[in-house]
């Protein structure tokens, strides 16, 4: 009983002190988490702000590269005197897009001596006027620098008015040798107006800097234009950097801000955005003593029963969130699966069709000579080609493709599908690579995990019509059933592929692997890429999850199992030794007509003569009293109650010296068959491809193993 009680006071003292320990924590975490916050919003302020800047600021020193090049075809094959004589007539040229922009204060044509030949403010330019003394004079004598970006520099004339910088080219003469400069002066004054227009919060900061950290405009607008950057920040740019944020005091008036920049596109000048660091401590701040006054009071009072209230309602929620996600992970699971069997079928029956187009196509382009019927056969020939692609996709989403799987290190395999991958892209996608120092073994299929990131790749290209990042990424990872997971238990590698892309709507995301579903314009996708995915993932023993947020992106996880064997050494191929040719009798069984007369067809054209059955039983009936028959070829699925395969094992009992050769649309069986060491030719074939699985199989059956094994 005294152990007891002394249990109860001391834990009545512990919760004492834990209501006021407690809170306290609580509070400190939250204002740390809180601040974070702060700075994470400032950052994307400070984000958006740089875009709009970097926007606004290209397009006018674009627009000003326009105006030089404008004016260098007006004066184009003009010699200096007739420039001279023409002035009048120039300047007005000049002085009309001058007045047609208003970023820009005047235009100046000079020759190679330094002395004006055009204004768009004189009609007749001031002998006495000169500009040798002037950088961007220099700098073009020096050589062909591109458009050269001058400091702000002080008006020599009252008809300058206020401070300006210059945009200049070198004009060359038709040798190449230095002609002049073509000068446009535009006014930091334009700039600022436009700073001020966007920055309406206290403590907020635009500039447009060169990169020797030299002011060009500034917002809040500083007397000395001709200061530059602190030295933290030119130090970055020295570095080379073209973009960063970053904390930093201002030399000119003293005020701490967390500063961003970012390089204008083709031009050595940076765009600058910055926030108080006092701006985002007040809002910080505000944002604490709200909750402090608010979250005192209560906390006093309730904390412990909430605390105990808290808990039995989130294992409560709990429960339900996972017996709901479970419900829906199986009925997810469950829809896809009658799909995919549906699927699978029609693929099937679809192989048969292409093969029967395609095998037709190929005699008939051996039989006619004529160039025209020959383009048309080529493009039933390409049109079955595309089909056979479309139905491995379909087979790949039932998972009924024939894979051959084999064992890789993802950490090695993925950086080398990097040029594959960009290709796939367009030159405004950033392509990010992330696999772990470890290695990531897997046994999969490598022509598929090949042709599933470039579907990957390619839907997050056409989600990212405005440029973005893909970044892909490989780890490690150990999975418990989680219905997130799709159930999945025990060791896989994770592959990440995530875009910077317009997402996917919550009510689009249940659909995305189902076969033929798009959001694209019609023509534009077949609805096969993701399925391709999906059934390549469950095909190797895992899984394809994927997350998206409208407006920020999309994630697609692949998870496959991980292997502890290693993956097997590179083996330089060798020269297979041709088979010599031989002829003989073949026994084709297909229950197909059409699919038989065209393997037929291949046969004969091989010297074979050819029997046709169309099932298993008149097969194995028709060898017993035909010893004449040296091959027999076989399609793995037949009505009749016997399917291919099992026609096989009873040859290889009953006739072991006769090679069999076996064909299938899809997997059904596929791997029973391999493992039995039968050859499996792949549906739709060519006679390529038949002549080489004829050469495994009279092999394998001259093997002592084989013959014994049947």
């Known amino acids: 009983m005294r152990s007891a009680r002394q249990s109860a006071i001391r834990l009545l003292q512990l919760m004492m002190v834990a209501s006021v320990v407690l809170p306290l924590v609580l509070f400190a975490f939250a204002a740390w988490l809180n601040y974070r916050h702060e700075l994470t919003v400032a950052d994307d302020r400070i984000e958006r702000s740089l875009d709009i800047l970097h926007e606004h600021t290209l397009k006018v020193f674009q627009t000003v590269e326009r105006a030089i090049a404008e004016v260098d075809e007006i004066v184009r094959g003009m010699p200096d005197d007739e420039i001279r004589e ?84 070198r004009r060359p003469s038709d040798d190449g040798a230095f002609n002049g400069v073509i000068a446009v002066a535009v006014l930091p004054q334009y700039f600022e107006e436009f700073y001020a227009l966007i920055g309406r919060s206290p403590g907020e900061l635009y500039a447009l800097i060169r990169a020797d950290g030299r ?82 009071p209560a906390t006093l009072f309730i904390l412990l029963i909430l605390a105990i209230a808290l808990r039995r309602t989130r294992r409560l929620h709990d429960e339900a969130e996972r017996r709901e996600a479970a419900e829906a992970a199986l009925r997810q699971a469950q829809r896809l699966e009658a799909i995919g069997q549906m699927t699978g079928g029609v693929a099937h029956d679809f192989n048969n069709l ?33 089909g056979e692609s479309l139905t491995r996709q379909l087979l790949a989403f039932s998972r009924r493709q024939m894979l051959t799987p084999m064992v890789m290190d993802l950490a090695q395999r993925i950086p080398d599908l990097n040029d594959m991958l960009n290709r796939s892209l367009r030159d405004d996608i950033t392509l990010e690579v992330a696999v772990p120092e470890q290695a990531c073994t897997v046994k999969a299929d490598p022509s598929e995990l090949e042709l599933a990131l470039l579907n990957l790749a390619v839907n997050a290209r056409d989600a990212m019509p405005n440029g973005g990042t893909l970044r892909i990424s490989v780890e490690p990872v150990a999975l418990d059933g989680k219905p997130a997971e799709d159930g999945l238990r025990g060791d896989f590698v994770a592959i990440r592929v995530a875009d910077t892309g317009s997402g996917i709507a919550p009510e689009v995301l249940p659909h995305v692997f189902e076969p033929f579903f798009t959001t694209k314009d019609v023509g534009k996708g077949t609805g096969l890429g993701l399925s391709q995915v999906y059934g390549f993932a469950k095909q190797s023993g895992g899984a394809a999850t994927v997350a998206s947020t409208v407006g920020r992106g999309t994630v697609i996880s692949l998870y496959l199992p991980r292997t502890q ?55 194995l009936e028709l060898i017993g009293n035909d010893p004449n028959i040296d091959l027999v070829f076989s399609d793995v699925l037949m009505p009749g109650g016997m399917n291919g395969l099992e026609l096989g094992q009873a040859i290889r009992r009953r006739y072991p010296a006769i090679p069999v050769l076996l064909a299938t649309g899809y997997s059904d ?42």
């Not at 970023?103 to 020759?111: E, G, H, K, T, Y």
């Not at 005091?249 to 596109?265: C, H, M, P, V």
């Not at 069984?589 to 169309?614: I, N, R, T, W």
Request: no cysteine.
């Open 215 to 296: 002011f060009l405009a500034r917002y809040p607008q500083s007397p000395d234009r001709l200061r530059a950057v602190g030295p933290g920040l030119e130090t970055a740019l020295a570095q080379g950097s073209e973009r960063a944020i970053r904390t930093g005091r201002s030399q000119i008036d003293g005020a701490e801000r967390r500063i961003g920049f970012r390089k204008l596109e083709g031009f050595p000048v940076y765009a600058i955005a910055g926030i108080a660091t006092s701006a985002i401590q007040n809002e910080w701040t505000a944002t604490m003593a709200s909750h402090l006054v608010y979250g005192l």
């Open 565 to 619: 064997d290693l993956p097997a050494p590179s083996v330089a191929p060798t020269e297979r030794e041709a088979a010599p040719p031989r002829a003989g009798t073949v026994l084709v069984v297909e229950d197909s007509p059409e699919v038989a007369e065209v393997a037929s067809a291949y046969f004969q054209q091989l010297g074979y003569m050819v029997k046709q059955v169309a099932g298993a039983n008149a097969a």
């Open 86 to 169: 023409q002035q009048p007539r120039l300047h007005e040229r000049v002085k009309r897009i001058v007045d047609a922009l208003p970023q820009l204060r005047a235009i100046f044509l000079i020759d190679r001596d330094g002395q004006p030949l055009v204004s768009s403010l004189f009609v007749q330019v001031p002998p006495d006027l000169r500009s040798r003394e002037r950088s961007f004079y220099s700098a073009h004598i020096a050589g062909d620098v591109g458009t050269f970006v001058s400091e702000v520099v002080a008006p020599r004339l009252a008809e300058f008015g206020a401070p300006f910088f210059v945009l200049s080219r």
């Open 354 to 386: 292409l093969m029967v187009v395609g095998g037709s196509a190929e005699r008939l382009r051996r039989d006619l000579t004529s160039e025209k019927h020959r383009r048309l056969l080529d493009m039933i020939i390409n049109a079955t080609s595309r």
């Open 669 to 710: 069986g596929m791997r029973d068959a391999l493992e039995q060491g039968f050859v499996v030719l792949q549906k739709p074939f060519d006679l390529a491809a038949l002549e080489q699985a004829l050469r495994e199989a009279r092999a394998r059956a001259a093997e002592p193993t084989t013959r014994a094994a049947g």
